[in-house]
């Protein structure tokens, strides 16, 4: 299998020159559990720090963080790729591209400036026509509102009622939300500050609905795809106060998995039978450090485990899907093999992980009974990984 690489350069303080390529044994297989092998630096281009396939052309895109920009990328031969078109402007510090099901469309986030980005794009893939949706506002600012507004979920009120009625024995239990946790470090942020917004994540989901994680407002936003007229607000979910909702997974039961990066724990949300979204299930991954940061969640093709990576520890964290697909049981808390686990995928029975801070790629096998991941198998230098994208 093939897998190409986005990471950081010196402009954004790494290693990297640009996209790379692993070929992770037979380059033309569809597992990525033979050894791993970095073949070249495929596109030198500036910190690519997130990519993502088209669904139907053989096109990639790029958010090139230091830029502001995506870039799109069109394959002109097994191990190679070139420009499409020109860098579209989206915000400052773009962190991630989800494109639409249909490839019509994608939506870029941005870090720095908290914008939420809808691009067309045409025939070829390529994107155009950026719309800057609408401007997410603090549910805990001083301006809220006093009574939330309808489909809002004030889980840190839940938490209250939810440790009283099961009363003093059995209170510890329930995830503390309202229980703040640290602010997340910025150079613009003090005491006295207003939050800032950022955006870090979209994903489309089945029906047409597009959900979103602002990291610095603690929200989960619902969108409908307005076509020429951007993203159009349907709903938003306020997770507790400073726990930084950072990605996101679909599970095919009809459930949201938020991994929060501060408290690190992963929320399920769904809709009811108005369609309105609300939390059914908070689960903190156990073992975690209190500096700690999550990164990504990843899942099984079977659907049954997740994975969450934790950085600081450099841990996996690894859930056992339960219930209705509204629970998560944590089942263990994993070594990743590399320093600062930015970002992992799985291919089939493998794990694949990029340690950012140790500028490498490692594979691990799966038990196949409980899915919890083994020793390193595999390991290749790669410079400062930020984001692995199968391609075969």
Same mark, same amino acid.
């Given at each position: 299998?093939?897998?190409?690489?986005?990471?950081?350069?010196?402009?954004?303080?790494?290693?990297?020159?640009?996209?790379?390529?692993?070929?992770?044994?037979?380059?033309?297989?569809? %597992?990525?559990?033979?050894?791993?092998?970095?073949? %070249?630096?495929?596109?030198?281009?500036?910190?690519?720090?997130?990519?993502?396939?088209?669904?139907?052309?053989?096109?990639?895109?790029?958010?090139?963080? /230091?830029?502001?920009?995506?870039?799109?990328?069109?394959?002109?031969?097994?191990? !190679?790729?070139?420009?499409?078109?020109?860098?579209?402007?989206?915000?400052?510090?773009?962190?991630?591209? =989800?494109?639409?099901?249909?490839?019509?469309?994608?939506?870029?986030?941005?870090?720095?400036? $908290?914008?939420?980005?809808?691009? %067309?794009?045409?025939?070829?893939?390529?994107?155009?026509?950026?719309?800057?949706? *609408?401007?997410?506002?603090?549910?805990?600012?001083?301006?809220?509102?006093?009574?939330?507004?309808?489909?809002?979920?004030?889980?840190?009120?839940?938490?209250?009622?939810?440790?009283?009625?099961?009363?003093?024995? /059995?209170?510890?239990?329930?995830?503390?939300?309202?229980?703040?946790?640290?602010?997340?470090?910025?150079?613009?942020?003090?005491?006295?500050? +207003?939050?800032? !917004?950022?955006?870090?994540? +979209?994903?489309?989901?089945?029906?047409?609905?597009?959900?979103?994680?602002?990291?610095?407002?603690?929200?989960?936003? /619902?969108?409908?795809? $307005?076509?020429?007229?951007?993203?159009?607000?349907?709903?938003?979910?306020?997770?507790?106060?400073?726990?930084?909702?950072?990605?996101?997974?679909?599970?095919?039961?009809?459930?949201?998995?938020?991994?929060?990066?501060?408290?690190?724990?992963? /929320?399920?949300?769904?809709?009811?039978?108005?369609?309105?979204?609300?939390?059914?299930?908070?689960?903190?991954?156990?073992?975690?450090?209190?500096?700690?940061?999550?990164?990504?969640?990843?899942?099984? &093709?079977?659907?049954?485990?997740?994975?969450?990576?934790?950085?600081?520890?450099?841990?996996?964290?690894?859930?056992?899907?339960?219930? =209705?697909?509204?629970?998560?049981?944590?089942?263990?808390?994993?070594?990743?093999?590399?320093?600062? *686990?930015?970002?992992?995928?799985?291919?089939?029975?493998?794990?694949?992980?990029?340690?950012?801070?140790?500028?490498?790629?490692?594979?691990?096998?799966?038990? &196949?009974?409980?899915?919890?991941?083994?020793?390193?198998?595999?390991?290749?230098?790669? *410079?400062?990984?930020?984001?692995?994208?199968?391609?075969?």
């Amino acid at each position: 299998m093939r897998l190409l690489l986005g990471g950081y350069t010196a402009d954004m303080g790494g290693a990297a020159t640009g996209i790379g390529l692993i070929h992770a044994g037979d380059p033309d297989g569809a %597992t990525a559990d033979g050894q791993l092998a970095l073949r %070249t630096e495929v596109l030198p281009v500036s910190s690519p720090s997130w990519l993502a396939r088209h669904p139907r052309l053989d096109v990639v895109y790029a958010a090139l963080e /230091f830029r502001g920009e995506v870039q799109a990328y069109r394959r002109t031969g097994p191990d !190679s790729w070139t420009p499409l078109g020109r860098a579209v402007p989206a915000g400052e510090a773009v962190c991630h591209i =989800a494109v639409a099901p249909d490839g019509g469309s994608l939506v870029a986030s941005c870090w720095s400036d $908290g914008r939420l980005v809808r691009m %067309t794009l045409d025939a070829a893939g390529a994107p155009s026509t950026p719309i800057v949706a *609408p401007a997410a506002a603090d549910p805990y600012g001083p301006d809220a509102p006093a009574e939330r507004a309808e489909g809002d979920v004030d889980l840190a009120a839940a938490a209250r009622a939810l440790r009283e009625a099961a009363g003093p024995e /059995f209170a510890h239990l329930i995830p503390g939300s309202d229980r703040p946790a640290p602010a997340h470090p910025g150079p613009d942020e003090d005491a006295g500050a +207003a939050r800032p !917004s950022r955006s870090h994540q +979209a994903r489309h989901l089945p029906g047409g609905l597009i959900a979103t994680t602002d990291m610095g407002l603690d929200l989960v936003r /619902f969108w409908r795809d $307005g076509g020429a007229r951007g993203l159009r607000p349907v709903q938003q979910v306020a997770l507790p106060l400073g726990s930084g909702p950072r990605h996101t997974l679909w599970h095919p039961s009809g459930h949201l998995y938020v991994l929060t990066e501060l408290s690190r724990e992963v /929320f399920v949300l769904s809709a009811d039978r108005e369609g309105v979204w609300r939390m059914r299930s908070a689960t903190g991954l156990l073992g975690s450090l209190d500096d700690d940061t999550a990164a990504e969640i990843a899942m099984t &093709p079977d659907g049954e485990t997740v994975y969450a990576g934790v950085r600081g520890s450099n841990t996996l964290g690894v859930l056992r899907v339960s219930g =209705a697909g509204d629970r998560l049981e944590q089942l263990a808390l994993v070594d990743a093999g590399v320093s600062w *686990p930015r970002h992992h995928v799985v291919v089939r029975d493998t794990l694949l992980v990029a340690g950012q801070h140790s500028d490498d790629l490692v594979s691990m096998s799966r038990d &196949p009974r409980t899915g919890v991941p083994g020793r390193v198998r595999h390991r290749v230098g790669v *410079p400062s990984p930020t984001c692995v994208l199968p391609v075969a």
